[in-house]
T-cell receptor, first 114, second 109 residues
Framework: DAGITQSPRHKVTETGTPVTLRCHQTENHRYMYWYRQDPGHGLRLIHYSYGVKDTDKGEVSDGYSVSRSKTEDFLLTLESATSSQTSVYFC?????????????FGPGTRLTVL | GENVEQHPSTLSVQEGDSAVIKCTYSDSASNYFPWYKQELGKGPQLIIDIRSNVGEKKDQRIAVTLNKTAKHFSLHITETQPEDSAVYFCAARINDMRFGAGTRLTVKP
């Protein structure tokens, strides 16, 4: 998985509780991404980061926030989890260099919100 | 924004046959088209990609073709093997990466 780890790998939580997912990379890539994967929707971008403390919204950002205080770590926070946020969450990394568009994915976190 | 449609949603082939998965995209400015393979319980793995200045790319049994005029691109897998069974995703990128909904390929021994 291209030097990417995600934690936890599985989590069950209750509606209204805060949840933080962590992505850690050892590739020193500039770009990091959070996606969610749901049946029939493929992968949809939540937020991404193009450097330490530099983040931007993706296609489905409502209800999520992110932080990146170090190059290697990108955190995704659900401030108050809802059942609609039950999903599999994937972190991805990419060099972000001109002409290099590749993204490499982590193993995923399965989140269930009851 | 970009919209990517992928067909078919499921595909079953006999071992040794070829498999073709097709995707269309909406924004002619898209310039990068990767294909990912996802096995059960794992993250998507990049298997091949093509850029908008290239019409075809091959890597052993896998090939991708791009028709910019028609705004569609296809994944071709020849001599399929049971280990090719997985879900395959196409994507198109301008700034953000937009993914198709996926194709579940089953290769029967």
């Amino acid at each position: 998985d291209a030097g990417i780890t995600q934690s936890p790998r599985h989590k069950v939580t209750e509606t209204g509780t805060p949840v933080t997912l962590r992505c850690h990379q050892t590739e020193n890539h500039r770009y990091m991404y959070w996606y969610r994967q749901d049946p029939g929707h493929g992968l949809r971008l939540i937020h991404y980061s193009y450097g330490v403390k530099d983040t931007d919204k993706g296609e489905v950002s409502d209800g999520y926030s992110v932080s990146r205080s170090k190059t290697e770590d990108f955190l995704l926070t659900l401030e108050s989890a809802t059942s609609s946020q039950t999903s599999v969450y994937f972190c991805a990394i990419g060099p972000g260099l001109a002409g290099a568009n590749e993204q490499f994915f982590g193993p995923g976190t399965r989140l269930t919100v009851l | 924004g970009e919209n990517v449609e992928q067909h078919p949603s499921t595909l079953s082939v006999q071992e040794g046959d070829s498999a073709v998965i097709k995707c269309t995209y909406s924004d002619s400015a898209s310039n990068y088209f990767p294909w990912y393979k996802q096995e059960l319980g794992k993250g998507p793995q990049l298997i091949i990609d093509i850029r908008s200045n290239v019409g075809e790319k091959k890597d052993q049994r896998i090939a991708v073709t791009l028709n910019k005029t028609a705004k569609h691109f296809s994944l071709h897998i020849t001599e399929t093997q049971p280990e090719d069974s997985a879900v395959y995703f196409c994507a198109a990128r301008i700034n953000d990466m937009r993914f198709g909904a996926g194709t579940r390929l089953t290769v029967k021994p």
